[in-house]
């Protein structure tokens, strides 16, 4: 079974442009979830879709970055004009639905984004 | 303060050592605690969890969970350098999903 994969694996951009990231969730997992890591701070919480609904998007740090999940399938994150404090590690994670804390969430391998 | 705060370590042992790694919290509304661990350019992997109190064993590996005193602890047996990781513990509340991760520990086990 594929794991969560997410694009581009690493990506670097000017202040200001526009930035897309990819993720393609473990099929079957209704699931699916961002988190960050900005240098040297701890993964953060970004935001949660079930199917194509935000359940949750209270991590999300401004309306600079814009989260769809259209179909309920694969989700991409925009992060537009991108500032250098964008910097850092982007995670997304999927998992089943438990009917109650879905626990085991199943990282990607991050995109690593580089605002210069 | 931090929700979860964790050494972040480097943690430097020998191979075949026991290896405890530790976490504490403040917000007693957690009830699920686990346990990831990553490897350098890669996204965190689960390792394990535990729901509330008490002691989980899953081979070399044991957590364990002190809710009463805010502490979560993960403890490596006979420790592999292949054990050579970041070790991130990750609260989480009951009926939400969204996990509060800690620095993360750097663990380094040498031949």
């Known amino acids: 079974e594929a794991g969560v994969t997410q694009f581009p694996s690493h990506s670097v951009i000017e202040k200001g442009q526009t930035v897309t990231l990819r993720c393609d969730p473990i099929?079957?997992?209704?699931?699916l979830y961002w988190y960050r890591r900005v240098m040297g701070k701890e993964i953060k919480f970004l935001l949660h879709?079930?199917?194509?609904?935000?359940?949750?998007e209270s991590g999300m740090p401004n309306n600079r970055f814009l989260a769809e999940r259209t179909g309920g399938t694969y989700s991409t994150l925009k992060v537009q004009p991108a500032e250098l404090e964008d910097s850092g590690v982007y995670f997304c994670?999927?998992?089943?639905?438990?009917?109650?804390?879905?626990?085991?969430?199943?990282f990607g391998p991050g995109t690593r984004l580089t605002v210069t | 303060q931090k929700e979860v705060e964790q050494d972040p370590g480097p943690l430097s042992v020998p191979e075949g050592a026991i290896v405890s790694l530790n976490c504490t919290y403040s917000?007693?509304?957690?009830?699920?605690f686990m346990w990831y661990r990553q490897y350098s350019r890669k996204g965190p992997e689960l390792l394990m969890y535990?729901?509330?109190?008490g002691n989980k064993e899953d081979g070399r590996f044991t957590a364990q969970v002190d809710k009463s005193s805010k502490y979560i602890s993960l403890f490596i047996r006979d420790s592999q350098p292949s054990d050579s990781a970041t070790y991130l513990c990750?609260?989480?509340?009951?009926?939400?999903?969204?996990?509060?991760f800690g620095t993360g520990t750097r663990l380094q086990v040498f031949p």
């Open positions: 535990t729901y509330s109190s």
């Open positions: 994670a999927s998992s089943q639905d438990r009917g109650g804390s879905s626990y085991e969430q199943y």
């Open positions: 917000n007693s509304a957690f009830q699920y």
């Open positions: 879709f079930v199917k194509e609904s935000k359940q949750d």
């Open positions: 990750a609260p989480m509340r009951y009926n939400t999903d969204k996990l509060i």
């Open positions: 099929s079957g997992h209704d699931n």
